[in-house]
């Protein structure tokens, strides 16, 4: 029993962590704080000194990974600032009516349509998209942020441009598509689950979603017009991450996102004049703006001080025996993705566990079935996170209440780590 409570010991100062960080966000002390409160009380029960975490941060904020992310985010805002301003995303809903006449489909169409565009922050895109959607509809607004947020994600275990995807096969050394192969069915379970919680009858009712008279005509080529600083976004972003990857590795993939982004901003200033250069200084003075940036900064240095303070690896060490492969392949996952609320983060601080373990007990053929199972539970977490960036900057958007939006997400996400299971006693 008191070996027990010993290995329990450091999952239960991450659970305090978290408990301090949503009693933050509960009493309204900000988002920004209240991560940075939980790394700060994390860092504390690791060891770590104030100097030692203040340091942890300061190196957090000199990264590229920082660095690029703050950029992406920053233009997505300009560009979704500028449509909306301009009146284009409205212009886009209206163009598209004639295609969309479902409201359901509607809703998730574009927070899907996003989704493609791998990007940190890429809820925040689509949110306006999903508002102007919802024009004319009596749906909440943590009803809309959760439709937002998880349609926006249904891609991530097939879609190969994602980072977590990339990393897992170079950490694995296999290919791709042996990956993608078993991972698909998230995508269709994220679509079934999503609709099931967040769109049926009965949880949007038709008096919900009643909406005006719809255009009965059918443009293309006002589609195209109205949708180009998206496609520009999109279709840039994969192909300059596509050119990096294959003639450029050395180049961080951000790049190729963030020069797309700025691309299309310059597209749609150029299709709405009228914007002018005192849009831009309007939207950098926003607090809006800085306020996210605050989070990111928030998030990282979260993120930063768990690496100093070795929180996964004491998880890990603690974890040993019998539990070992368990704890690898679905609880550490699961506990980093929810900490870090990135797919990087599982990935990277566990997978190396999982695959030195499969190596240990000789189950190398083992190997895509627990990566499979690793992937779901982790990318659970991820979802589950009340600090996944995405979550954060959708429920603030929508300025809805972060608690309540959250629950929300708890039986999806439920069904979506069962179905991952049954994936991988399927393959084994």
Not at 134 to 161: C, Q, S
Not at 412 to 426: A, E, N
């Amino acid at each position: 029993m008191e070996s027990l409570i010993i290995k329990l010991v450091p999952f239960l100062k991450v659970l305090f962590a978290f408990v301090l960080m949503l009693a933050g966000m509960r009493f309204k002390v900000g988002l920004g704080l209240s991560i940075l409160a939980g790394s700060l009380a994390m860092a504390f029960m690791f060891g770590l000194g104030p100097i030692q975490w203040a340091e942890a941060g300061a190196v957090a904020l000199i990264q590229d990974k920082f660095i690029y992310l703050t950029a992406i985010v920053g233009l997505i805002l300009i560009l979704s600032d500028a449509m909306e301003r301009a009146g284009q995303s409205k212009r886009l809903m209206e163009s598209l009516s004639g295609f969309l006449t479902s409201p359901r489909l509607r809703l998730m169409f574009f927070p899907a349509l996003i989704g493609l565009l791998p990007m940190p922050g890429g809820a925040v895109f689509s949110a306006p998209m999903v508002k102007t959607a919802a024009e004319g509809m009596t749906i909440k607004n943590r009803d809309m942020a959760v439709i937002n947020y998880w349609f926006r994600h249904i891609w991530e275990l097939f879609w190969p441009l994602y980072p977590g995807i990339i990393l897992t096969v170079a950490l694995a050394d296999i290919q791709i598509i042996d990956l993608i192969a078993y991972t698909w069915p998230g995508t269709p379970i994220m679509l079934v689950a999503g609709w099931f919680f967040f769109l049926r009858p009965g949880v949007l009712d038709t008096k919900d979603l009643a909406m005006g008279p719809l255009p009965t005509t059918r443009s293309k080529s006002a589609a195209f017009k109205e949708g180009l600083p998206l496609l520009v976004a999109i279709v840039g972003a994969i192909g300059l991450e596509g050119a990096i990857a294959a003639f450029m590795p050395s180049i961080p993939f951000e790049l190729g996102v963030i020069v797309a982004l700025a691309l299309s901003v310059v597209c749609v200033m150029v299709q709405n004049t009228q914007l002018g250069l005192k849009f831009l200084k309007d939207v950098l003075s926003k607090k809006s703006l800085w306020s996210m940036v605050f989070v990111i900064v928030a998030i990282f240095v979260f993120k930063d001080v768990m690496l100093a303070a070795g929180v996964v690896e004491e998880m890990a060490r603690v974890a040993g025996g019998g539990a070992a492969l368990f704890a690898s392949a679905v609880f550490l996952p699961f506990l980093v993705g929810m900490v870090a609320g990135i797919n990087v983060a599982f990935v990277g601080a566990t997978f190396p566990l999982l695959l030195g373990i499969l190596s240990s007990l000789g189950m190398q053929d083992q190997t895509i079935p627990y990566l499979v199972l690793a992937t779901f539970a982790g990318f659970t977490g991820v979802m589950i996170s009340p600090i996944h960036i995405c979550f954060i900057l959708t429920c603030q958007y929508f300025n809805c209440d972060l608690g309540r939006t959250w629950r929300k997400l708890v039986g999806p996400c439920l069904v979506f780590l069962l179905s991952g299971i049954g994936v991988f006693w399927f393959l084994v």
